[in-house]
């Protein structure tokens, strides 16, 4: 089987918290945080989403990573696909297109503190 090189320029990490991931507009869980990187994290979802769908999304967050309850993001959808071992539910990979300066080194704490130091390629 030939792989495919990897073409990001950001490291991501497996993300070893539960964090769901909400809807900023209905609060609707939109699906849960299984990596992350400085400029985009993937979402495990019921729902599939198209490429190139933009979302704002709601972080809840603990006090351990920052004073705010949460932290506001917006992101782009670059690509979705089945889980291998879960058909049911859908990988989806946002790239980050906005985040406030004050809410950029909450997103760089949570990397540091639960992206696990092991490399997704790794796994």
Known sequence: MMTIPERRRIERRPFSYYMPVSDFATSQQAGVMTDISLGGFKLDSRQPIPS????????????????????ELTGRSKWCKPDTLYP????????????????????????????????????
């Open 52 to 71: 190139g769908r933009v979302h704002r999304f709601r972080l809840n967050l603990t006090s351990d990573v920052g004073p705010k309850a949460f932290l």
């Open 88 to 123: 049911s539910i859908y990988n989806i990979g946002y790239e980050i297109t906005k985040i406030s300066p004050e809410d950029r080194p909450i997103l760089q704490r949570l990397f540091e503190q639960y992206g696990s130091q092991q490399a997704v390629g790794e796994i």
